[in-house]
């Protein structure tokens, strides 16, 4: 990564001993570096990411594939991840570790490493997925070439644990081969859209106002892309709260 761009990340709130969060859709850093005949190496950016949370500190990046849901088994070693380019390099990597859960898992690396790979939550957004552990453990969710508000995953675990009536519980079995190969059939759940409400959940842009008046939001541009730095513990106390009053930041839209 050249100078410049390494300035740039230094200016992000990362820590020695943050849980860190990475959503990413690095294309227009490529195509970036591409224009500048530079050369950009991803696993470039995520050692410069691990060097900032230290090594009392978590990176993570989502895994995520929806195929189980369609009845296609979950291998735990083969099954790629449908989000992103960043986190199926991070997923190849042998010192990242990935998580279990067929649909929402997480690959990571730092010190709850261990411990996040033994939950087993059925719920991808349940009391003890990584959703509840990001909340519990002030972790930080950085966005890049992504704004934030077209994909916060973590507002579907206070739906959840608050029981918004615009979705459900529905109940997935597949075949599943886990970490040694061994392979079983498991049922595991999501809180999903109830479909014949056609509705998505989305997020009002004051939601911005909200995180930067606790100051819990950072937004940075590189080169016009997007960076985006959020307060996980704080965002989740604003959309708990908003969701059960009803207030507007977090709502159910019409598709």
Same mark, same amino acid.
């Given at each position: ?9 230094? /200016? ?5 001993? $943050? ?7 690095? =294309? ?14 991803? /696993? ?5 990411? %691990? *060097? ?6 978590? %990176?993570?990046?989502? =895994? ?7 009845? *296609?088994?979950? $291998? ?131 939601? $911005? ?14 080169? $016009? ?14 959309? *708990? ?15």
């Amino acid at each position: 990564m050249n100078k410049d761009f390494i300035n740039f990340l230094d /200016n992000l709130k990362i820590n020695k001993g $943050d849980i860190l969060y990475i959503a990413s859709d690095i =294309t227009r850093i490529l195509l970036h570096h591409k224009r500048k005949e530079e050369k950009f190496n991803a /696993n470039d950016l995520i050692d410069y990411f %691990l *060097e900032r949370v230290g090594s009392k500190g978590s %990176l993570l990046f989502p =895994t995520f594939n929806w195929g189980f849901c369609k009845g *296609e088994t979950f $291998d735990y070693n083969k099954t790629p991840s449908e989000t992103g380019s960043l986190s199926k390099i991070a997923l190849l990597r042998e010192d990242f570790l990935r998580t279990k859960h067929p649909i929402y898992s997480f690959v990571v690396k730092g010190k709850d490493q261990d411990y996040l790979y033994n939950l087993d939550d059925e719920s991808g957004w349940g009391p003890k997925s990584l959703f509840a552990y990001f909340y519990e453990n002030n972790a930080k969710n950085l966005f890049i070439g992504i704004d934030y508000k077209n994909g916060f995953t973590f507002d579907h675990y206070f739906e959840e644990k608050i029981g918004v009536d615009y979705r459900y519980f529905k109940y997935f079995e597949a075949k599943y081969i886990n970490r040694q190969g061994k392979e079983q059939t498991k049922k595991y759940t999501m809180y999903v859209r109830d479909l014949e409400k056609n509705i998505i959940t989305s997020i009002s842009d004051n939601m $911005d106002l909200a995180l930067n008046k606790m100051n819990a939001y950072t937004k940075l541009f590189y080169n $016009d892309i997007y960076f985006g730095l959020v307060d996980m513990k704080i965002a989740g106390d604003i959309m *708990e709260e908003d969701i059960r009053k009803q207030g507007g930041l977090i709502f159910a839209k019409k598709i």
